[in-house]
């Protein structure tokens, strides 16, 4: 449980964390943390793994508390020998109107066979001979019509596997200039581009943020699906409870992201709230490199 004056003072590191003219020292910051997770867990393993065929992603995903209910260990177990590999990109730069550092999110068409109408990070199939961060930031530039303008590659998170499309997912994490022009999303693969404050995600799943924090909690909700039993072919109708990210975007627009998007950001959560404290302590190398440079 973190104390009122240290969330206070962690949330005071955060603001000139996540200002437009720190969008370096955030991209180290959370390097830093990637770094030191990695130094201490199996997630360096499994990434090199990523491309050898089936392994068990458990470790990162097993015990989320957003992992879908109706599941049956779809998202806990190992991936499928021959699953189709995919990446999905996490590009945080400064809004365009408002300097506040934000990450791009897609609302898929309802018409698409997988994952209709869910909001996702921009991403897809990993195409022969590229690399997972080529081809998510490939179809970044496809799905929104513009390319990210890269500072720095930050860095990974766990790979997951969705089993709904039998994609396993690499997630790559970049840091970008701010969008020069209006965004141009491709009408086959995008309804809408949403826009979501990283501030926000630093209470997530937090239940006495402070009212002044921006809104971002976990929710639970029902969806409703047809199925067709074996054999007979019958259809029938169902229905199972998830939990949800719920924020509002840069608009000020309320939104709710789930499944394997709300685990991805569920755990980026996890590594900006860390950011954040180390950088309250003053220690990492982000914050004594600029100490360095400004002395």
């Not at 990210?148 to 840091?175: H, K, M, R, W």
């Amino acid at each position: 449980m973190v104390s009122a004056k240290d969330r206070a003072a962690r949330d005071r590191a955060a603001g000139q964390l996540f200002a437009a003219e720190s969008i370096q020292t955030f991209g180290r910051a959370v390097a830093d943390v990637l770094a030191e997770r990695d130094g201490r867990d199996v997630g360096r393993l499994a990434r090199r793994r990523l491309l050898k065929g089936s392994f068990d992603v458990s470790h990162a995903r097993g015990g989320s508390p957003l992992a879908p209910r109706l599941s049956y260990g779809r998202h806990r177990g190992p991936a499928r020998m021959g699953s189709r590999q995919a990446a999905v990109v996490i590009v945080v730069y400064p809004h365009r109107q408002t300097g506040r550092l934000c990450v791009t999110l897609t609302r898929r068409p309802k018409a698409l066979s997988h994952h209709g109408g869910q909001v996702c990070l921009p991403g897809g199939q990993i195409e022969s001979g590229e690399s997972s961060l080529q081809a998510a930031l490939r179809e970044y530039h496809e799905e929104l019509g513009l390319p990210a303008e890269v500072i720095e590659v930050v860095g990974c998170l766990s790979p997951i596997y969705v089993f709904a499309s039998d994609n396993l997912v690499e997630t790559q994490i970049v840091t970008a200039q701010s969008p020069t022009a209006d965004w141009r999303p491709d009408p086959i693969e995008v309804d809408e581009v949403i826009e979501m404050p990283v501030d926000c995600l630093l209470h997530l799943g937090e239940s006495d943020a402070p009212r002044s924090a921006p809104h971002c909690t976990l929710i639970d909700q029902k969806k409703q699906r047809i199925g067709k039993t074996q054999g007979t072919g019958e259809v029938f109708q169902y229905s199972f409870g998830h939990r949800a990210i719920e924020f509002d975007d840069c608009q000020g627009r309320r939104r709710d992201v789930w499944g394997a998007t709300a685990m991805l950001l569920g755990e980026f959560a996890d590594i900006v709230s860390r950011a954040a404290a180390q950088s309250m302590r003053g220690g990492g190398r982000a914050m004594t490199a600029d100490a360095k440079t400004k002395s």
